[in-house]
């Protein structure tokens, strides 16, 4: 599905807010370029404005009407008239899935006339209690393409904030659902988008002395599920690279663990690292063309780093113990990383050329799984101190705040914006139920992330282009 993406336009800031209440039919959409990304509209938001540190104390009531269609088409989505419905209830679990938002439940809400969603009647969506409106509209194209129209206005200033406009090949519909709702959380909080991204991670499934892995794919709310593998070998650890088409992941095919790179639009893999010693917990370097894994030679577990193409790998670290669990800072310069060699699993970081090795944590409990931060600024990881739980701290490793507490939480991948992450967590038992679970920085909205099987080690990937 990834030739779609090219197609996914994004459209434009037409015009300031007199202009477009002005209008009786929402605008044209012009799209612009592939991947180009539509300056903000409107005003500033001057009343508006959702604390994103300050957690769901006092979440934003927002209205979603159901997106209407001047002309009721059948698609190969189906006919626009639903996808208006469905579109709406994308926006709303998005974004009330952040926890910044109290979407208002649209059943009691009025339907919203086509012409109206230029000149929404503001007296109702206040009567409704709600403060920021959110109204859209579909259209199918001549040429078999979707329109979606997103609106964004302040209820009480009566301002419109931002409109963009998403043109969709059929199949990829949904996207727009997430990129109106990227719209209106990145307007509001001031953050960055990261509702259209996806996750890869491990599919379980079966007791746990047989238990089946198969790589999976879906889009960050669930929806969209695939299974990459077909559970023939136990896979671990998958990570995106930065171009979301290729997966690097260690597999136990051949009965050889070894790390392979797998490319999502042909199916193909190939091995990075034809050696025979163990590998594992690959991660691929900002700039997509670097993999830092660790590799265990005589009986000592360091750091290596080799081209994603494959090649010679370079030792990076020589210290007694296990060095693991590598994750590049974002600008590639950095690498944090675990290492038992203090006596205990502690985090580390270094150069991304193996110098300069400082430990940071210095906590109670062992420290594990670190992964940096998309915006740089923290370092998330697995905290074992009798629980397994997901905490953060800065790159100095000062700042330390556990997120969950639960019983055995592990694995952090961080979404595209920094805000929030999501991890895995075991049940109780041997019955070993997995779920995948996510939290925000404020360690307050912690959610099930709903999949199919039972599932493991999250790999958040980048925003979508």
């Not at 434009?12 to 477009?20: F, H, K, M, Q």
């Not at 009531?61 to 698609?75: E, S, W």
């Not at 660790?294 to 750091?303: K, Q, Y």
């Not at 779920?435 to 080690?457: A, F, I, M, Q, Y």
């Amino acid at each position: 599905m990834m030739h779609h993406s090219k197609y996914l336009a994004l459209a434009l800031a037409l015009s300031g807010t007199t202009a477009a209440l002005a209008q009786t039919a929402p605008p044209p959409v012009q799209p612009s370029q592939p991947g180009q990304t539509a300056p903000a509209a409107g005003q500033q938001p001057d009343e508006l404005v959702v604390d994103v540190v300050g957690g769901i104390s006092a979440p934003l009531g927002i209205a979603i009407p159901v997106m209407p269609t001047a002309a009721v088409v059948n698609t190969p989505a189906g006919s626009t008239d639903e996808l208006g419905r469905q579109l709406a209830a994308i926006v709303t679990n998005d974004l009330r899935n952040s926890g910044l938002f109290k979407p208002i439940a649209s059943g009691g809400l009025k339907g919203v006339a086509f012409p109206e969603v230029t000149a929404p009647t503001f007296d109702y969506w206040g009567g409704a209690g709600a403060s920021a409106l959110v109204q859209g509209y579909i259209r199918a194209n001549g040429d078999g393409t979707l329109t979606v129209g997103c609106y964004l206005y302040d209820v009480f200033s009566r301002n419109e904030l931002a409109r963009q406009g998403f043109v969709v090949p059929p199949g990829d519909w949904r996207r727009a659902g997430h990129k109106c709702a990227d719209m209106v959380y990145s307007k509001l909080t001031g953050e960055g988008p990261y509702f259209d991204s996806r996750v890869i991670y491990v599919s379980e499934t079966g007791s746990k002395a047989k238990r089946i892995k198969r790589l999976s794919i879906m889009d960050q709310d669930g929806a969209n599920h695939r299974f990459l593998t077909n559970g023939q070998s136990i896979v671990l650890t998958p990570r995106f690279a930065p171009n979301q088409q290729t997966v690097v992941y260690m597999s136990y095919l051949n009965d050889r663990p070894a790390i392979y790179v797998y490319d999502i639009g042909t199916g193909k893999q190939h091995l990075l690292v034809n050696n025979p010693s163990l590998s594992f917990s690959p991660r691929v370097s900002p700039d997509g063309r670097t993999v830092v894994f660790s590799m265990a030679v005589a009986g000592n577990t360091d750091l290596y780093k080799v081209a994603i193409t494959g090649g010679s790998p370079q030792r990076l670290t020589d210290a007694p113990g296990i060095d693991t669990g590598a994750s590049f800072s974002p600008d590639g310069s950095r690498i944090v990383f675990e290492s038992d060699r203090s006596g205990a699993q502690q985090i580390y970081v270094m150069n991304a050329d193996g110098s300069n090795q400082q430990r940071i944590s210095f906590g109670s409990g062992r420290y594990a799984t670190p992964v940096w931060s998309p915006r740089g600024d923290l370092i998330a990881f697995t905290k074992i101190a009798g629980n397994f739980r997901i905490g953060v701290m800065s790159p100095s490793g000062s700042g330390e705040k556990l997120l969950t507490d639960d019983w055995q939480d592990e694995g952090p991948s961080w979404s595209p914006n920094g805000r929030v992450l999501m991890f895995h967590r075991q049940g109780r038992g041997g019955a070993g139920k997995a779920d995948l679970w996510s939290v925000d920085l404020t360690g307050v909205n912690e959610r099930r992330v709903p999949t199919p099987l039972d599932g493991s080690d999250p790999g958040w990937g980048p925003l979508r282009r």
